[in-house]
C-alpha cells in the first residue's frame, strides 16, 4: 500500500471537543488551550460555535473566546454558525473560516437544528453566500452519513443530495461525519466509493467518533481511498448533545501516534500536544480518552514525541 506524504489534521477539540461537557471550562483557560494548540503546529483549529447559549452552554463565551486568544500566522481559526446572526458575530470576531452544519437525516436535523433538511437549505445558502462575500474561508459538514441514532441507516441517495446542496451553495470542503460512531471499515469503503465518483477526495475530509473502537481503521481505509483531511480532538473529547450515545472524536493523539509512527508528514508536534492534552485534563477532572495520551502520561523522564 502506498501511503500519501502528508495528512492535514483539522482540530476541533475547543468546539466539538467541549460542547458537550457538562463542566463549564473557563473562558481563560479556553483560551489558554486554544494558545497551546495554536503553538502545536497544527494549522486548522475549530475553537467555538457561535450559536444561541441557551443551547449548547458550555461554548456560552464563544464572542469573548475567539477575540481573546493569540492568533498565529498560517493558523487558520474556524467557529461553527448556524444562521446569520452567529455570522454577525462571527465576523467581528474576525474569524478565518465559517463552518456550517446539517445532517443526512431528516430526525437528526430536526432535533440538532430544529428543521426540516428542506428548510436548512436556504439558510446556509445565505451563510455561505455572506461568507464568501466577506472574502472568508467557507466548511460544511454532514452529520449522520453512516448512521442516526433516530432513524438507523442513512441512504447514500440522502448523503449525495445533502453533500451536492453544499457544494452547489460553495463550500469549499465538505466533512462527513459519523456522528454516532457506527461505521465500519467495509461500509466506509462503500460510501467513499460512491461519493468519490462525484466530488474530488481534496475536497472531503472525515469525521469519525470512536464510540465503538473502529475511528483509526475507518481512518486507515480512507486514507487508502484518497482522503488526506481528517477532523480529530484532542485527548479523544466530543460528542453531539443531540445525537444519544455519541461519544468522543478520534483523538489527536492517537491518530498522530498512528501517521508518524507510519512516516506520514502532519506538522504537528506530538511532545506539544501531550503538554495540551495534560492541561485540559487536569482542567476537565477526568482522564481523557486517548489511550496514547494516557500511555505517554505514565512515562516518567521519557521522550513523549517529536514533529514529523
Known amino acids: 500500500m502506498k501511503w500519501p506524504e502528508s495528512v492535514t489534521i483539522k482540530e476541533v477539540g ?11 471550562i473557563s473562558t481563560e483557560d479556553k483560551i489558554t488551550w486554544i494558545n497551546q494548540l495554536s503553538e502545536c503546529g497544527l494549522k486548522h483549529l475549530e475553537i467555538t460555535s457561535f450559536v444561541n447559549p441557551k443551547w449548547i452552554p458550555a461554548l456560552s463565551d464563544a464572542v469573548a473566546v475567539a477575540a481573546g486568544i493569540t492568533k498565529v500566522p498560517g493558523v487558520t481559526y474556524t467557529a461553527l454558525v448556524p444562521n446569520l ?17 446539517m445532517s443526512a437525516s431528516e430526525t437528526h436535523n430536526l432535533k440538532n437544528i430544529n428543521k426540516t433538511i428542506g428548510a436548512t437549505f436556504p439558510v446556509l445558502k445565505d451563510l455561505v453566500r455572506e461568507t464568501i462575500s466577506a472574502g472568508k474561508l467557507s466548511r460544511g459538514y454532514v452529520s449522520t452519513v453512516f448512521g442516526c441514532p433516530y432513524e438507523g441507516n442513512v441512504d447514500i441517495d440522502a448523503v449525495i443530495r445533502v453533500s451536492e446542496t453544499l457544494f452547489e451553495m460553495g463550500i469549499a470542503e465538505l466533512s462527513l461525519g459519523d456522528t454516532i460512531g457506527v461505521a465500519n471499515p467495509k461500509q466506509v469503503q462503500e460510501v467513499l466509493e460512491v461519493l468519490l465518483k462525484r466530488f474530488p477526495a481534496d475536497r472531503l475530509a472525515m469525521h469519525f467518533h470512536d464510540t465503538r473502537g473502529t475511528a483509526l481503521a475507518n481512518i ?9 483531511i481528517f477532523d480529530s480532538s484532542l485527548g479523544g473529547l466530543g460528542g453531539c448533545p443531540y445525537a444519544p450515545g455519541a461519544s468522543g472524536n478520534v483523538a489527536t493523539d492517537d491518530l498522530l501516534y498512528m501517521l508518524h509512527g507510519m512516516g506520514i508528514h502532519t506538522g504537528a ?6 503538554s495540551a492534552s495534560q492541561f485540559i485534563q487536569e482542567k476537565l477532572g477526568r482522564p481523557l ?20
Open 14 to 24: 475547543p468546539r466539538d471537543g467541549l460542547q458537550n461537557e457538562k463542566a463549564f
Open 85 to 101: 446572526q452567529g455570522l454577525e458575530q462571527a465576523f467581528k470576531a474576525n474569524i478565518d473560516e465559517v463552518a456550517v452544519f
Open 289 to 308: 480518552p486517548s489511550k496514547s495520551f494516557q500511555a505517554a502520561s505514565s512515562l516518567l523522564g521519557g521522550k513523549l514525541g517529536n514533529t514529523v
Open 220 to 228: 486507515l481505509v480512507s486514507l487508502e481511498m484518497g482522503i488526506t
Open 269 to 274: 508536534d506530538q511532545q506539544k500536544l501531550t
